[in-house]
């Protein structure tokens, strides 16, 4: 069974910076892809980085060039960061980690599952 816990989401001002954190556990995680994505009051989830077993990322535009996407492959268990430079108003949103249900890469919530229960990040103008 998969368990994924996010941490270090916090209040920041403009132009400041937060690193997210997700610990996963759960067999053969070092094998899928992992992704964070987010989700603001009254908005769909949307997605926002995600990393390859080999350590491949991939980006939302509206994050390219701020945000990093990293992961830590153990026997067990996965740490999967999310470094945020730059931040804006506009990136306030509960933060989520997840894992990719199957091979390949997407940018699909549908196609993620064994979700944390999130951490929160607010961004002040």
């Known amino acids: 069974q998969v368990q994924l816990v996010e941490s270090g989401g916090g209040l920041v001002q403009a132009g400041g910076s937060l690193r997210l954190s997700c610990a996963a556990s759960?067999?053969?995680?070092?094998?899928?892809?992992m992704g964070w994505f987010r989700q603001a009051p009254g908005k769909d989830r949307e997605f926002v980085a995600a990393?390859?077993?080999?350590?491949?990322?991939?980006?939302a535009d509206s994050v390219k060039g701020r945000f990093t996407i990293s992961r830590d492959n153990a026997k067990s268990t996965v740490s999967l960061y999310l470094q945020m430079n730059s931040l804006r108003p506009e990136d306030t949103a509960a933060y989520y980690c997840?894992?990719?249900?199957?091979?390949?890469?997407?940018?699909?919530?549908?196609?993620?599952?064994?979700w944390g229960q999130g951490t929160q990040v607010t961004v002040s103008s």
């Open positions: 997840a894992v990719r249900m199957g091979f390949g890469t997407s940018r699909s919530a549908a196609d993620f599952g064994s």
């Open positions: 759960g067999r053969a995680l070092g094998l899928y892809v």
């Open positions: 990393i390859s077993r080999n350590g491949t990322p991939y980006y």
